[in-house]
Nanobody
Framework: VQLQASGGGLVQPGGSLRLSCAAS????????LGWFRQAPGKERELVAA????????YYADSVKGRFTISGDNAKNTVYLQMNSLKAEDTAIYSC???????????????????WGQGTQVTVSS
């Protein structure tokens, strides 16, 4: 499975961005896909996740009500709509896919099998 992330950039506080993660290859092996972020000096954290086939979603408390994860199976693409962005959302965002159905480990980076390259999101005035 190959993952291609795009859509990062510079945005002012309160603004919006949409990230895309396009999957190719053996996508039938994907059970769920997540967006992680890592800010300088901080650990990588799961922002949101979605089941590859279905609508079940997961959000970190810090982004609930502001971020929305969605998928387009016809395009093998998952999106992360980020609204009301804050300076603390600044980070490198990466998408990752896992074949495991272990929900307990959904926020654990090592439980993900495939990773795309990161895209920088900077929230600054």
């Amino acid at each position: 499975v190959q993952l291609q992330a795009s859509g990062g950039g510079l945005v002012q506080p309160g603004g919006s961005l949409r990230l895309s993660c396009a999957a190719s290859g053996r996508t039938f092996s994907i059970y769920s896909l997540g967006w992680f972020r890592q800010a300088p000096g901080k650990e990588r954290e799961l922002v949101a996740a979605i089941r590859w086939s279905g609508s079940s979603t997961y959000y970190a408390d810090s982004v609930k009500g502001r971020f929305t994860i969605s998928g387009d199976n016809a395009k093998n693409t998952v999106y992360l709509q980020m609204n009301s962005l804050k300076a603390e959302d600044t980070a490198i965002y990466s998408c990752a896919a896992r074949s495991s159905r272990n929900i307990v480990a959904i926020a654990t980076p090592t439980s993900y099998d495939y990773w795309g390259q990161g895209t920088q999101v900077t929230v600054s005035s």
